[in-house]
């Protein structure tokens, strides 16, 4: 990173917690990437390396994997981690898919459809009253606040499983939805500001959940990488034109990919659905505060 007059240059991106330094973590943005300084105020402008502006997306993705060389994947089903678990098992063909879910939850259901399509086997953790409560005291001494606790039960209990399994290199889906318009909010706006959106989405996703998965890898001692994040597959997503990424608002580029590369039409067309609720957490953390007779989750949280 050099400065120069008041602007920071990003050299490149690496969103992996390394498992030889346990926990590496700083903040990252793409290669080309510069940051303004002026007046306490910080503007990042995402820029193009003219090397790799036209790098293809999937072959960017399977690239990072390559160099990765993970020996799981975190699922739920959905499109983003359906097609990294795609790559990923033709690649390196031991490759283990790890979900997370309530019993009968949606993310359960199609875990075990891409787990069937992908011939990879898939160790599933049944969320239940008990493992829930244990991750969310793992999660407290993380400090970590409320949100992040419900987001991050799913991924601590899939990852306390790879863990437990002898798994060590992990995989996330992480950052399509800040790349592709993903989002709800997206559906919402207009699209000469879903290009400001997404810088400022990106800015803050070592902060926010970068930090998180980062955080419960490094206390687990396992390695976590996000090819999605990853400066090429960056690159080529920001070399598009907004109009193509936001068809439909839906990740269209990533579907697409999807049904290149073989996954049928139940992974492909599977409609969004947010972690904490696909997984049935949030069902089950309202259920058990009812039950308990706090006020609501945060509270229950906050007691446990």
Known sequence: ?????????????????????????????????TITLSNNIIKIKLGKNEKTQQQDI????????????????LVSGGIDSSVLAAIAVKAFKNVKLISAGTKDSEDTYYADILSSELNS????????????????????????????????????????????V???????????????????????????????FREARLFYMPALDLWRLNSIASKLKLSIAFPYLDDKAVEAALSKNIEELAKNYDKFPVRSIGKSIGLSGKITERRKKAMQYGSGTVKLLRNLSKKKKYENVGEFIKEI
């Open 1 to 33: 990173m050099k400065n120069r007059n008041a602007t920071l240059l990003i050299d490149k991106i690496n969103s992996t917690s390394k498992n030889e330094e346990i926990f590496d973590f700083r903040f990252i943005f793409p290669g080309g990437a």
């Open 58 to 73: 999937a072959q960017a993705l399977k690239s990072s994997i390559l160099g990765f060389k993970p020996d799981s994947v």
């Open 121 to 164: 086997y898939l160790y599933n953790v049944t969320i239940t009253e008990e493992n829930l409560i244990h991750a969310i005291k793992e999660l407290k001494e993380l400090k970590l606040d409320t949100y992040n606790i419900i987001m991050g039960i799913t991924e601590f209990l899939s990852l306390e499983k790879a863990k437990n």
């Open 166 to 196: 002898g798994l060590k290199r992990i995989i996330s889906g992480i950052g399509s939805d800040e790349l592709f318009f993903g989002f709800h909010i997206h559906k919402t706006m207009k699209k000469e500001e879903l290009g400001k």
